[in-house]
């Protein structure tokens, strides 16, 4: 393995056994990530090895994104205390290790022996799950640096509307005027999975359909 290479992930290893936040890298994605590894041991084997699937489906170009969101939430069921925040942190150093060795076709062996140097208190769950997954799925990905430098926006996922009315507000007891809910679900270009929601007149939701209408219009032509 090429030193630098092993200087790269030492770095990004660096940030999830003591975190990063005094100084900034421009080679990596913003990686503040204080006691990650304490966040880490809390997750349970199986959920992390779903977060690391998805990792590795996102930069396969399967899936638009990891829903970390959605993810957190069956973790919180479960009784586990972590924030949506602390697991996209996580997301992103393990798609920043994942890509990376990629990118240097490092072997498990490789892989895993630069954990071992790097982060002694990675816990040896997460160790394991790393190995198998990267085992497994770590060969088939194809890191483009272009198509990285491409990904300067979020990508479109889901949307979902539903209908309302407004029965009342500070400056009117009864309103009773419709409204339309538009949930978007979008993936940021770091590969995270938001939800953005917006309310729309009527006539602003009419709008917003004759102007998708008018898009597949367009696309039909291509």
Not at 11 to 33: I, K, N, S, Y
Not at 104 to 109: D, I, Q, R, V
Not at 171 to 196: F, H, M, N, W
Request: glycine share 8%; hydrophobic share 40%; net charge neutral.
């Amino acid at each position: 393995m090429a030193a630098g290479c092993a200087a790269v992930l030492a770095r990004a290893l660096e940030a999830l056994g003591e975190g990063v936040g005094r100084r900034r890298d421009a080679t990596r994605p913003d990686l503040d990530v204080g006691g990650a590894a304490d966040k880490i041991n809390l997750i349970p084997q199986d959920f992390f090895a779903e977060l690391c699937e998805q990792i590795i489906q996102h930069l396969n170009h399967k899936i638009p994104g990891v829903n970390t969101a959605e993810l957190c939430q069956r973790i919180q069921t479960s009784g586990i205390e972590i924030s949506v925040g602390d697991l996209a942190k996580i997301a992103n150093i393990v798609s920043f290790l994942f890509s990376t060795a990629a990118r240097n076709n490092l072997s498990t062996e490789e892989l895993v022996t630069t954990l071992g140097n790097a982060v002694s208190t990675l816990p040896k769950h997460a160790v394991q799950v790393i190995r198998h997954v990267w085992n497994e799925q770590g060969k088939s990905i194809g890191v483009s640096e272009d198509g990285r430098n491409i990904a300067t926006v979020g990508q479109f996922v889901d949307i979902k509307w539903k209908l309302g009315v407004a029965m009342s507000s500070d400056s009117c007891r009864s309103l009773k005027y419709p409204y339309v809910t538009v949930t978007l679900k979008v993936a940021d270009p770091s590969g995270q999975i938001t939800e953005k929601s917006f309310e729309m007149t009527i006539p602003q939701f009419k709008n917003f359909f004759r102007q998708f209408k008018e898009i597949a219009a367009v696309l039909e032509t291509v």
